[in-house]
């Protein structure tokens, strides 16, 4: 069976300092993998997608960045972490052999301070 | 483009009622498929129930039904006998490619 994989759950951070969040599938080959952050109380906000190793789209400017550096692993990063990057950071992902919908890694609560 | 819009911020229902949220969406897919998500106060991301567009019969799982109104581009989820359990945000969401559109969500709550 296909699990997602993201972590950590939490993360405390200072302004300035580097961010890493990590995603991996396991049980499936070739994912569609998403980066998405949601503000408290609101809705999903699209950040980066891939459809293969080394693909990424990003659908907003912004202070963050994604990589695909294995078929199953999304890596979100940053170089310098600002306020307003403080959110829920949720990865998921979907085959493209089924009609299904997302699959849902369990989250990450990122405090920038 | 894709959009999916969820016209009730909130909804509130009484304990062992039942609560009809919303849903409107606008797509030139032909092929595309519906799904509802429930998110609890754990913020994980669960899936309720999914639709085939080129299904006519409405899908149900347990309490959770929909009402999809092709023509009207509307897809409405109808939860029965409501459980304290069920408060949580739901998302409206359409599929079509690879990419979901998800709507802003609709926060429901349940008194006992």
């Known amino acids: 069976s296909q699990t997602i994989h993201q972590w950590p759950a939490t993360l405390v951070q200072p302004v300035g300092s580097p961010l890493s969040l990590e995603c991996t599938v396991e049980?499936?080959?070739?994912?569609?993998l998403y980066w998405y952050r949601q503000a408290a109380g609101r809705g999903l906000q699209l950040l980066f997608y891939s459809v293969g190793i080394g693909q990424i789209s990003s659908e907003v400017p912004q202070n963050l960045s994604a990589s695909r550096p294995q078929d199953r692993q999304f890596i979100l990063s940053s170089k310098k972490l600002l306020l307003s990057d403080s959110g829920f950071y949720l990865c998921?992902?979907?085959?493209?052999?089924?009609?299904?919908?997302?699959?849902f890694g369990s989250g990450t609560r990122l405090t920038v301070v | 483009a894709q959009t999916v819009t969820q016209s009730q911020p909130e909804m509130s229902v009484q304990e062992a009622e039942t609560v009809t949220l919303s849903c409107t969406y606008d797509t030139s897919e032909s092929d595309y498929y519906l799904f509802w998500y429930k998110q609890p106060p754990s913020r994980q991301m669960i899936l309720v129930i999914r639709?085939?567009?080129?299904?006519?019969q409405n899908a149900t799982e347990n309490r959770f039904s929909v009402n999809f109104q092709k023509a009207a581009k509307s897809f409405s989820l109808k939860i029965s006998d409501s459980q304290l359990g069920d408060a949580a945000m739901y998302f409206c969401a359409e599929r079509a490619g690879n990419m979901l559109t998800f709507g802003g969500g609709t926060r429901l709550m349940v008194k006992p």
């Open positions: 639709q085939e567009a080129y299904k006519q």
């Open positions: 998921a992902w979907i085959g493209s052999e089924n009609h299904n919908g997302y699959t």
């Open positions: 049980g499936t080959s070739n994912p569609n």
